[in-house]
């Protein structure tokens, strides 16, 4: 089993910056992909940023790539999605999730990850 628990919403002005971060239980982190999705109201969960297990490669959606960075500490089991010059159609909510199956590569699709935290507020005022 996989605990994620995510961290560092809240509100922030257009043009603004948060940094997420979420905390992942169990001894085998650097074994998964992770990833960041968000949904905001009305609308499908959609892919936000991916990193693979090593941290080595990383995947963003058209729509944030240049604003937003995703990393990883395997030594402290966290995954961090900073971003930067932010819009109001960045409000969201965002949730970190994994990938135990596809350490490598590149999936965009929610049910393609097994364990999701419970999410985490972004309100980007105009």
């Known amino acids: 089993q996989v605990q994620l628990v995510e961290s560092g919403g809240g509100l922030v002005q257009a043009g603004g910056s948060l940094r997420l971060s979420c905390a992942a239980s169990?001894?085998?982190?650097?074994?998964?992909?992770m990833g960041w999705f968000r949904q905001a109201p009305g609308k499908e969960r959609e892919f936000v940023a991916r990193?693979?297990?090593?941290?080595?490669?990383?995947y963003y959606s058209e729509s944030v790539k240049g604003r937003f960075t995703i990393s990883r500490d395997n030594a402290k089991n966290t995954v961090d999605l900073q971003m930067n010059s932010l819009k109001p159609e960045d409000t969201a909510v965002y949730y970190c999730?994994?990938?135990?199956?596809?350490?490598?590569?590149?999936?965009?699709?929610?049910?393609?990850?097994?364990?999701w935290g419970q999410g985490t507020q972004v309100t980007v005022s105009s």
């Open positions: 169990g001894r085998t982190f650097s074994t998964y992909a």
């Open positions: 990193i693979t297990s090593s941290g080595v490669s990383v």
């Open positions: 999730a994994a990938d135990r199956t596809r350490p490598y590569g590149i999936t965009v699709v929610p049910r393609d990850y097994g364990y």
